[in-house]
T-cell receptor
Framework: DAGVIQSPRHEVTEMGQEVTLRCKPI?????LFWYRQTMMRGLELLIY????????DSGMPEDRFSAKMPNASFSTLKIQPSEPRDSAVYFC??????????????FGPGTRLTVL | DQQVKQNSPSLSVQEGRISILNCDYT??????FLWYKKYPAEGPTFLIS?????DKNEDGRFTVFLNKSAKHLSLHIVPSQPGDSAVYFC????????????FGQGTRLTINP
C-alpha cells in the first residue's frame, strides 16, 4: 500500500502566481481531506470530499482557494493568486467507512508551500 | 477562535521518564478525542483515541486521560523513548467516526538520552 501521495513536496513561488497542489488518496478510500498546518493555528481542515463530491468547504479561507476531485484517485487544491500568508504545509488525508476498518484518517507527507 | 488548544509548544523529557502532553477544548459538543503523532517531513499518524464514555484508554506505553468536566485531556508516555520525539497533535470531534476533526496547534516533544 503506497499510502497517500502528494506532489510536489516543496513549492516556492512568487506572490500573485497560481499554485496547484496534488493528492492521490489510498485506493478504496471514499473520503478525502485537505488540511493546512501553520505554527499559530496548527492543523486546519480546509475542505473534504465524499465519493468525489465536496461536502464541507467552510474551512477554505478565501475565494482564492479552490479544490476539485475529478475522480476517486486524484484531487487538487489550487490557490490563485497566491499570497505570502498562504505559506504553510498543506496535507491531504483519506479514510474509509468500511465496517471493520480503522476509523482514522491517513495523511500524506504534505506539501511545503512558500510564497515570496 | 481556537476550539482545541495545546498551550505548550514544546516539551523536553529525559529518556525513561514520563512525558505528559496536555490538551484543552472549549466546545462541549466534542465527545471523541484523538492523538496524532508527526515526524519531520511526514504526515501525522494516528496514535490513540478516547470516547467520552471513558476517562482512560491505554495502549502499551501510551495512555490518554479525559476529564470532561474540565474539558481537558492528556497523553502520558511511559517510559519515554528517543523514538517518541515528534510533534503531537490533539484532535476532537462530536462523535466517533465524524469526518470533521478539530486539531490543536501541536506540541513538540523531545526525548533526551
Amino acid at each position: 500500500d503506497a499510502g497517500v501521495i502528494q506532489s510536489p513536496r516543496h513549492e516556492v513561488t512568487e506572490m500573485g502566481q497560481e499554485v496547484t497542489l496534488r493528492c492521490k488518496p489510498i485506493s478504496g478510500h471514499d473520503y478525502l481531506f485537505w488540511y493546512r498546518q501553520t505554527m499559530m493555528r496548527g492543523l486546519e481542515l480546509l475542505i473534504y470530499f465524499n465519493n468525489n463530491v465536496p461536502i464541507d468547504d467552510s474551512g477554505m479561507p478565501e475565494d482564492r482557494f479552490s479544490a476539485k476531485m475529478p475522480n476517486a484517485s486524484f484531487s487538487t487544491l489550487k490557490i490563485q493568486p497566491s499570497e505570502p500568508r498562504d505559506s504553510a504545509v498543506y496535507f491531504c488525508a483519506s479514510r474509509t467507512r468500511v465496517p471493520g476498518s480503522t476509523d482514522t484518517q491517513y495523511f500524506g507527507p504534505g506539501t511545503r508551500l512558500t510564497v515570496l | 477562535d481556537q476550539q482545541v488548544k495545546q498551550n505548550s509548544p514544546s516539551l523536553s523529557v529525559q529518556e525513561g521518564r514520563i512525558s505528559i502532553l496536555n490538551c484543552d477544548y472549549t466546545n462541549s459538543m466534542f465527545d471523541y478525542f484523538l492523538w496524532y503523532k508527526k515526524y519531520p517531513a511526514e504526515g501525522p499518524t494516528f496514535l490513540i483515541s478516547i470516547s467520552s464514555i471513558k476517562d482512560k484508554n491505554e495502549d502499551g506505553r501510551f495512555t490518554v486521560f479525559l476529564n470532561k468536566s474540565a474539558k481537558h485531556l492528556s497523553l502520558h508516555i511511559v517510559p519515554s523513548q528517543p523514538g517518541d520525539s515528534a510533534v503531537y497533535f490533539c484532535a476532537a470531534s462530536p462523535y466517533q467516526g465524524a469526518q470533521k476533526l478539530v486539531f490543536g496547534q501541536g506540541t513538540r516533544l523531545t526525548i533526551n538520552p
